[in-house]
């Protein structure tokens, strides 16, 4: 699979979450040319928290290979990481991160502040702008139903 198939995967992930009401962000791991992690935006109401896309994927990918290193994965998203989930990315030492929508509000590798550039121990090569006009406009819809 090329880079953009697995984009397209996130983007339905993305799709799914926007018609549950949450913003909508999609994530793949992949190892190995399989995708091993997936994971969208989501509410938990009971628990009053929410999850982001990258940490449900790299939770997915942790308990399919029993560890919480990712280093010979690559993590696909539709949105570029937030400060917390670039931190998530680093701790599982995942090398490639190829994202979609460019994110000039909270974005961590470029939008506002780019954490993989800092003396982090292992820090990942990083390409933005996969399928970025798709990401963004699945974002921009969402948000424009929303007024």
């Known amino acids: 699979m090329e880079h953009e198939d697995y ?3 996130a983007l ?5 979450a926007a018609a549950h009401g949450e913003v909508p962000v999609g994530c793949v791991i992949v190892r190995g040319g399989k995708i091993i992690g997936r994971g969208r935006n989501r ?3 009971k628990q009053a928290t929410v999850s982001h896309a990258e940490m449900e994927a790299i939770a997915d990918a942790n308990r399919r290979l029993g560890t919480w290193r990712l280093e010979d994965c690559t993590l696909y998203v539709t949105l570029e990481p937030c400060p917390m989930c670039a931190g998530a990315i680093l701790n599982a030492r995942i090398p490639r991160v190829y994202y979609g929508a460019r994110d000039r509000a909270m974005g961590a590798c470029g939008g506002v502040i780019n954490l993989f550039m800092e003396r982090f121990p292992s820090t990942p090569a990083l390409v933005g702008g996969v399928l970025g006009d798709d990401c963004r406009a699945v974002l921009e819809e969402f948000f424009r139903s929303l007024r």
Do not use: G, S
């Open 7 to 9: 984009m397209n995967h």
């Open 43 to 45: 509410r938990e109401e």
């Open 12 to 16: 339905a992930l993305a799709r799914e």
